[in-house]
């Protein structure tokens, strides 16, 4: 079994002290140490030597190995890989949903715009095992969001703040990618922002479409703005979507699943414009930043994106539509750790201050539950 050179410590100290019912101060005096010691030693800050971690299993009435023991990274040989053909010493994030591990790669594109992440493991050489860097228990404390909302990013970290152990990834997908994830186990939640076009909810819709019967909740996420982002001062005055027929503007889409690409197929078919009168409507980007740097780079002319990321990008932006991102939740999932975590996250002031904040964002309805399915 493959296993880190350096396996943690679990410290089940503080929890065993206080169901005894014994306060700190009170277990320092029958130990015969400090209270600050005391709380460095839950804190995770050191181990106690022997003598004094079997007085205080002494004190406790328990096994020191009930106190403390190796949360060691095993060799996950039955991993679950949601990305395909993982290469050898592929660097991967790990996950538990339900009893499987998941994993997904950290490589290539996946990386786009974001820099190196820690990985959580890494794919040994025979390519269908993986050495697992973090411990168990904190994989498991950790849920994975799949969507496409850039302001997820700022959710995980007022979780982090706030909470230590528990951790919030989220994976860029688009929103039928992140829902067929979702159906296939493969990811705790799913961000979906389709745009609505009649009296029902679209992400409702698409959500029971892609899920089937499996019950799940959808929660409200942000309202945003979504449309095409331009270059600044907009010299090739592009005001709507018919002017993407110019045959001097470049367009980049989104790929078919992505909200976006249903907006701008909509807004096309009402307007009755061919996709083929548009150049670059077969070329796609698979985020919100790479349209962006497109045009940075002078290699588009317009892209379809956010406000927000128009905003951070120095881009001119032109409003297509405001949709609502929801959060899609599997009903049995909504008891994990880590989701209660996020749910409470997303009720406090200074998140929903901080999302407000953002060009073309509203928080009107975060946190709100939209529907049961």
Known sequence: MSRSDKPDIVCRLKEIRQSAGISQIQFASLVGIKRQAVYDIECGKYVPNTMIALQMARVLGCKVEDLFYHNLPENADDIIFADKNIAPNNRISVVKIRDRLVGYSLEGRNLFGRGFLAAD????????????????????????????????????????RRFADIRLNCRFASSGQSLKHLAAGQTHMAATHMHDSGKKQANVVFAKKILGKKPAHIIAFANFEEGLMIAKGNHLKIKDVTDLTKKSVRFVNREPGAALRALIDDRLEKSNIPADKIAGYNIMV??????????????????????AIASAWGLDFIPMETVRCDIVIPADLMDHQAIRTMLDILQTRTFRDELAQLPGYENKDTGKTIASI
Do not use: W
């Open 121 to 160: 493991g890494m794919m040994e050489a025979d390519g269908k095992t993986v050495k697992l860097f973090e411990n168990i228990d904190r994989i498991e404390k950790t849920a994975l969001l799949l969507g496409c909302d850039p302001a997820f990013g700022i959710l995980a970290s007022h979780i982090a």
């Open 286 to 307: 698979l985020s919100h930043e790479e349209g962006a740097q497109m045009i940075v780079y002078g290699m588009a002319d317009a892209a379809l994106g956010l406000r």
